[in-house]
């Protein structure tokens, strides 16, 4: 949805060329909605392409949502669409997969032996090709095809002179799930611009530098902190909220109602008068929320958007 709180004068990440281009403040990829105009194009794209585009890979995004499948199952085929799993067969070999179209497949690779792993389907193809290659007739064919499909799992069997093949039993696939480590550079950036969305054009002020240099190039600054943490269970909702103080901004950040973030810029005085709007995201039914405070928030006090 897009919304367009402030006319930024210039691209609050470059703070040069216009802002011309829309930016999902939480991304796309993962479930967001909110789009305001305030980057310019190159900036989107290098944005995208270095820090944004490597969100839905990440270990804890799938984490939540394969907790949350059953809930919002259109945003798990989304976020798990050509992401990798691994499996063993019965000597302990890694065998990786894919998963596409609702369906894990074997990603097709060669062996040092020389032998080729491949998905049953697509091995059909090729059995096939082979066969054809070396002079067999189409019912000679379909007989050894016939043959290998009621082939028990881990036997071995010969359907030419050069052609010895097997159909591998392999243990459940499972997703590489380390620890929840996603991006620091990606939580500023969220940070930042919903932070632009509460203070306008006072984003561009060069004090702000040492933001656009920690996202750009991962340059620490004493006055950027992040704390990180993790709620008692999933939930099919993103949620943003600011909090102004004396010297710094809060901008408190819970991503599927789980992983939670505070990203403290310290400003110094004097305070920046901003309403501390909340932002809630339902990701069930792809609904966005308002509350005009966080003491509204609190009080469960929405507005749809």
């Known amino acids: 949805m897009r919304i367009q709180f402030f006319n930024f004068k210039k691209c609050i990440y470059c703070v040069e060329n216009p802002a011309n281009s829309w930016e999902h403040i939480i991304p796309e990829a993962i479930g967001g909605q909110l789009e305001s105009k305030m980057l310019c194009a ?133 997703p590489d799930l380390k620890v929840p480590i996603l991006d620091e550079r990606f939580i500023a950036l969220v940070a930042y611009e919903y932070l632009s969305l509460s203070i306008g054009n006072l984003i561009l002020h060069r004090k702000l530098d040492f933001v656009r240099e920690f996202i750009k190039d991962g340059k620490r600054s004493e006055y950027l902190s992040i704390d990180r943490g993790a709620t008692r269970s999933y939930e099919p909702w993103h949620s943003i909220h600011p909090e102004f103080l004396e010297t710094k901004a809060i901008i408190n950040i819970i991503l599927f109602g789980w992983l939670f973030f505070k990203v403290h810029f310290n400003l110094g005085p004097p305070k920046i008068p901003c309403p501390d709007l909340v932002y809630l995201e339902y990701l069930k039914g792809k609904k966005i929320f308002f509350a005009n405070s966080v ?11």
């Open 42 to 174: 190159k900036c989107n794209n290098e944005l995208g392409s270095k820090i944004v585009s490597k969100v839905k890979a990440d270990p804890s995004i799938r984490l939540a949502i394969r907790n949350l499948k059953n809930e919002i199952p259109e945003l798990f085929e989304a976020i798990e669409h050509n992401q990798e799993y691994t499996a063993k067969d019965k000597n302990n070999r890694v065998i990786k997969l894919k998963y596409k179209n609702s369906k894990l497949e074997i990603i097709a690779h060669k062996r040092e032996n020389g032998s080729i792993i491949e998905d049953t389907k697509k091995g059909v193809k090729n059995i096939k090709k082979i066969l054809q290659k070396e002079g067999y007739s189409e019912e000679e064919i379909a007989k050894k095809i016939e043959l290998f499909q009621e082939l028990e799992n881990d036997k071995v069997i010969f359907l030419s002179k050069s052609l010895k093949v097997v159909k591998r039993s392999i243990n459940l696939p499972s």
């Open 295 to 305: 003491e509204e928030g609190r009080r469960g006090i929405f507005h749809p958007i």
